[in-house]
């Protein structure tokens, strides 16, 4: 299923950094929380893939409902983690990217979470392969920027920097990600990316930083923040910041709407 790219309310710079803004009308949203939005949340490719092993299994009546109950959780999901997913989505669609392991398969317990970048994929799938990394806010607060950009050690501005300048960071999400490439279908991409990431000194990367918004588009938003990453750029990144405008109020119902989608969905 196609996704909207939105409409394009500003934008800042030239590459290597650059940031832009775009809205989305209330029926584009609904119509990505239902499709391609809906299938990252409920990660139908893995659960398809669980279902395929077990159902190999005897099928007793008995078995078959256990398991439903592995596969079938009811739990609704955080508006932000609709929001996470709504960036991968979109940077899927539109900037090229590629991220073919989802955070949530990692997760040992409810309510726990992973360190490190909010995805990792790659970037130039269909050019110069090079890993991505991506940090996610989502935010309701009517303020330019809202105070997840600027304040705190996990604030956007602190973790996009750490991410620019700080290899080890880097490093660990590549290994991260190449144990599980190991055995996978992308595994060959992984070794483009990883082959441009070291004969660069681990500088040839995209870094993207998405904000989701539910107030109306301002480019102050990103102003501060592309200055801030413009400074130190490596020669061989590229960074680009991205707020995604939805409907007002639009935010606290993500969550519902992706529910109410029935765990149905498009890629």
Same mark, same amino acid.
Not at 233 to 237: G, I, L, T, V
């Given at each position: 299923m196609s996704l909207t790219a939105g409409t394009v309310e500003y $934008?800042?710079?030239?590459?290597p950094v650059t940031g832009c803004g775009v809205s989305w009308a209330s029926e584009e949203l609904d119509a990505a929380l239902s499709g391609p939005v809906a299938s990252v949340v409920f990660d139908h490719e893995g659960m398809a893939d669980i279902t395929a092993l077990l159902e190999s299994l005897p099928d007793t009546d008995f078995e078959i409902d256990e398991l439903a109950k592995i596969l079938n959780d009811d739990t609704p999901p955080k508006d932000w983690e609709v929001g996470e997913a709504l960036a991968e989505v979109y940077l899927t669609?539109? %900037?090229d990217s590629y991220f073919p392991w989802p955070d949530g398969r !990692? #997760? %040992? @317990? /409810? *309510?726990?979470?992973?360190? +490190?970048? !909010?995805m990792i +994929? =790659?970037?130039? #799938?269909? *050019?110069? #392969? %090079? =890993?991505? =990394?991506?940090?996610? @806010?989502?935010? $309701?607060?009517? *303020?330019?920027? /809202?105070?997840?950009? @600027?304040?705190?050690?996990h604030s956007l501005n602190k973790q996009l920097t750490d991410l620019r300048d700080k290899r080890p960071l880097r !490093? *660990?999400?590549v290994a991260y990600l190449g144990h599980r490439a190991t055995k996978s279908g992308w595994k060959a991409v992984y070794q483009s990316a990883a082959k441009n990431y070291l004969k660069t000194g681990g500088t040839c990367v995209a870094i993207f930083g998405v904000l989701i918004r539910d107030v109306l588009p301002n480019r102050d938003d990103l102003s501060a923040s592309w200055q801030l990453l413009s400074g130190n750029? /490596?020669?061989?990144?590229l960074i680009e910041l991205l707020a995604i405008y939805l409907p007002s109020g639009s935010i606290d119902s993500l969550s519902i709407k992706v529910m109410a989608s029935g765990k149905g969905g498009d890629t």
């Open positions: $934008t800042l710079g030239t590459p669609h539109h %900037r !990692d #997760i %040992r @317990k /409810p *309510k726990s979470s992973l360190p +490190g970048a !909010d +994929g =790659f970037h130039g #799938i269909n *050019k110069e #392969i %090079r =890993f991505a =990394f991506v940090e996610v @806010k989502t935010s $309701t607060e009517n *303020k330019y920027p /809202p105070q997840v950009v @600027k304040y705190g050690e !490093d *660990k999400a750029c /490596p020669a061989n990144a």
